[in-house]
C-alpha cells in the first residue's frame, strides 16, 4: 500500500520534471536566411573598383592615417576641456590642424558606427542597423535563464524569435556590396593596412583583407584582452561587476578575440595599446617610399580594464581604482597616437600625410569610470553623450593649425574627406552622405543642417539647433534646443509641436531611403533617468 501510494507521488512529479527539462532544452527555431548582398550594388562596385584610373603624374598622392579611439567620451581627453586625463598627444594633433567643436558619429555603438565610417554612408541604407550577433539563444533553458535568472543590469532581451543559425550568422558584417575607403585608395595605387579592432565580420568574404585591405593586425572581435591576464607584475587588472566584463574576461583572447597578422594568429603578451603602436610604425617604415593608407582602430578604452603600471602611476592622486585604471588606458592610448605622429615627422611625411582622430562613439558610462558630463547618457543613447564625440583633422600646409569648426560635421565625412585628397572619383549607384572636410574647414561652409540616427524603434534627429529623440518600446520623445541647452535637460516638445511635427515628416522622409535590418537584435538597453525611461535596440 505505501508503495503504491509512493507511485502515485513521484510518477506525477518525475512526468513534471521530465516535460520541464523538454521544454528547457527545448531547441529554440533558428531561421537559417543567408544574407545576401545587394546584387545591383554588388555589380557596381566590382564595375568601379575594375576601372583602370587614368595616372597623373602630376598630382603627389597623400597618405592617410585614420586613428580611432573606442568609447572614447569627449570630455575625458583635454582637448575639450576635460580635467581627468591629459592627453598632450591628441590635443597637439588637433592644434595642428582642426578641432571639430560638434562632430558626431552615426551609431552609438561600435560595429555600426564604423561601417559608416568606412563607407561614407548612414549604415541603415544598408542593413548594418544593430551589432552582428556571435551567438544567439540554442534553447529555452539558455533564453529563460538569460532573461530572468542573470543579473544582466540594464541590458533586456528581447522577445523571443527564430534565431539565425551557424549559417545565417556567417553572412552577418559589412554588405559584400559596399565599398570600403581601403577599396578607394588600393585603386588609386595605394598599399592599405589595418591594426587594431574590425568587427565588421568575422567569416570568409568579411575579413579586412576582403574589404580592400593589403594588411591587418589585430583581432576580428567586439573586444580583446589588452595582454593575457596572469600574475604580470606590470599588468594592473581591474575586474566590473557587470556581466559583460565577465565574459569579455573569459572570451578575450579565443576565437575572433584572438591577435591576428593577417590569417595568422599571433600569441603576443605586450600590451596591445603599445603593440598597435609598434605595429602602425612598422608599417610606416615599409611603405614609407609610397603612398599608403593606415586605419588603426585602438580598442581603448574599451573595456577590459587592463594598464601598464607606468601608466597607472601617473594618476596617484586618483583613489577611485575603476577611474585610475581608465585614465591610465587613456594616457597609453594617447602616447600611441604621439608616437605614430612622431614616426610620420622623422620620415619627413608631415606634409603629405592627412591624419584623422575620432571615437565611434561615446564614453561607456555603464563602467562608472566616465560619465560624458556636461552631456547626457553615453554609448548606445542618442543623446550627445552617446553621439557627440571628439573628432580632429591635422594636414601640414593643407589646414591652418589651431582652427576651430564649430557647425556639426559628422564621422561619415572622413570617407568623403579621403577620397577627395586622394583625387578619387566615386560610383553613382549608391547615396553617400559626407562631405570633403578639408573643402568645407577652409571654406568655412555649414554642411551638416540634418543628421539622423536609427537604431529600430530609437531615433532621433538634430536640424539646426533642435533635436528630436525618441525612445524605443515606449516611443517617448523629447525635443531639446541645443543651442541653449547643450546637456538636454529641458523638454520642449509640448510647447513646440509644430517643430516636433516637422522633424517627425524629415526622419519618415529620410527613412524611406533605408533598408530593414539584415540581422535581428537580441537586446535592448534601458536608460533610466528617474522621470524618464529610455530604451534602444543594440
Not at 548594418?128 to 529563460?144: A, I, S, T, V, W
Not at 603629405?352 to 565611434?360: E, G, K, R, W, Y
Not at 560610383?427 to 543628421?451: A, C, F, I, S
Not at 536640424?463 to 525612445?471: C, N, P, T
Amino acid at each position: 500500500m505505501a508503495l503504491s501510494k509512493a507511485k502515485k507521488i513521484i510518477l506525477p512529479i518525475v512526468v513534471i520534471l521530465f516535460l520541464l527539462a523538454v521544454f528547457l532544452f527545448w531547441p529554440i527555431n533558428t531561421d537559417g536566411t543567408l544574407i545576401k548582398p545587394d546584387a545591383k550594388l554588388l555589380a557596381g562596385k566590382a564595375a568601379f573598383l575594375s576601372e583602370k584610373v587614368p595616372a597623373d603624374s602630376s598630382f603627389k598622392k597623400p597618405n592617410i592615417i585614420i586613428l580611432l579611439a573606442d568609447d572614447l567620451g569627449k570630455y575625458d581627453i583635454s582637448l575639450y576641456g576635460g580635467k581627468s586625463t591629459p592627453t598632450p598627444q591628441i590635443d597637439s594633433l588637433a592644434a595642428s590642424g582642426v578641432t571639430f567643436q560638434d562632430g558626431y558619429v552615426s551609431a552609438s555603438i561600435c560595429s555600426p558606427s564604423r561601417a559608416g565610417i568606412l563607407t561614407g554612408r548612414y549604415q541603415e541604407r544598408f542593413g548594418h542597423e544593430y551589432q552582428p550577433g556571435d551567438r544567439y539563444p540554442k534553447n529555452n533553458l539558455e533564453y529563460y535563464g538569460f532573461k530572468y535568472l542573470i543579473n544582466t543590469n540594464n541590458w533586456r532581451l528581447n522577445d523571443k524569435i527564430n534565431y539565425p543559425n551557424e549559417a545565417s550568422i556567417a553572412t552577418q558584417g559589412l554588405p559584400q556590396s559596399e565599398i570600403t575607403f581601403a577599396d578607394l585608395a588600393k585603386r588609386k595605387g595605394y598599399s592599405t593596412g589595418i591594426i587594431g579592432k574590425w568587427h565588421l565580420g568575422h567569416n570568409k568574404g568579411f575579413f579586412p583583407l576582403d574589404r580592400g585591405f593589403d594588411y591587418h593586425y589585430g583581432f576580428y572581435q567586439a573586444f580583446s584582452l589588452y595582454t593575457p591576464e596572469d600574475d604580470n607584475p606590470d599588468i594592473i587588472n581591474h575586474h566590473h561587476k557587470d556581466f559583460t566584463d565577465k565574459m569579455i574576461w573569459g572570451n578575450g583572447r579565443v576565437g575572433i578575440g584572438q591577435i591576428r597578422r593577417d590569417t595568422t594568429i599571433i600569441h603576443n603578451k605586450a600590451y596591445l595599446t603599445e603593440t598597435f603602436a609598434d605595429e602602425a610604425e612598422a608599417f610606416i617604415d615599409r611603405n614609407k617610399k609610397k603612398p599608403f593608407l593606415l586605419y588603426v582602430p585602438f580598442n581603448a578604452p574599451h573595456t577590459p580594464f587592463q594598464v601598464r603600471k607606468k601608466y597607472y602611476d601617473r594618476f596617484p592622486n586618483v583613489k577611485d581604482e575603476n577611474k585610475r585604471v581608465y585614465f591610465a588606458m587613456i594616457s597609453a592610448l594617447d602616447d600611441a597616437v604621439g608616437r605614430i605622429r612622431a614616426k610620420v615627422k622623422k620620415e619627413g611625411l608631415e606634409d603629405n600625410t592627412l591624419i584623422v582622430f575620432a571615437s565611434d562613439n561615446g564614453g561607456a558610462d555603464y563602467t562608472f569610470a566616465t560619465t560624458n558630463a556636461p552631456l547626457k547618457a553615453g554609448k548606445f543613447s542618442h543623446f550627445e553623450g552617446g553621439v557627440n564625440v571628439p573628432f580632429a583633422l591635422s594636414w601640414k600646409g593643407k589646414i591652418k593649425p589651431h582652427t576651430i569648426y564649430k557647425t556639426p560635421v559628422s564621422t561619415l565625412d572622413i570617407f568623403a574627406t579621403i577620397a577627395a585628397a586622394i583625387h578619387s572619383d566615386l560610383p553613382k549607384d549608391r547615396v553617400y552622405d559626407g562631405v570633403d572636410l578639408v573643402n568645407t574647414v577652409n571654406e568655412n561652409k555649414e554642411v551638416h543642417k540634418t543628421l539622423y540616427w536609427r537604431s529600430g524603434d530609437a531615433k532621433a534627429i538634430r536640424s539646426g539647433d533642435w533635436k528630436l529623440i525618441i525612445s524605443g518600446k515606449t516611443h517617448e520623445e523629447w525635443l531639446y534646443n541645443l543651442a541653449n541647452d547643450k546637456s538636454e535637460t529641458t523638454d520642449l516638445a509640448q510647447q513646440n509641436p509644430e517643430k516636433v511635427k516637422e522633424l517627425h515628416v524629415a526622419l519618415k522622409n529620410w527613412e524611406k531611403g533605408l533598408v530593414k535590418p539584415l540581422w535581428p537584435n537580441l537586446t535592448h538597453y534601458e536608460f533610466d533617468f528617474g522621470k524618464q525611461k529610455y530604451f534602444v535596440d543594440l
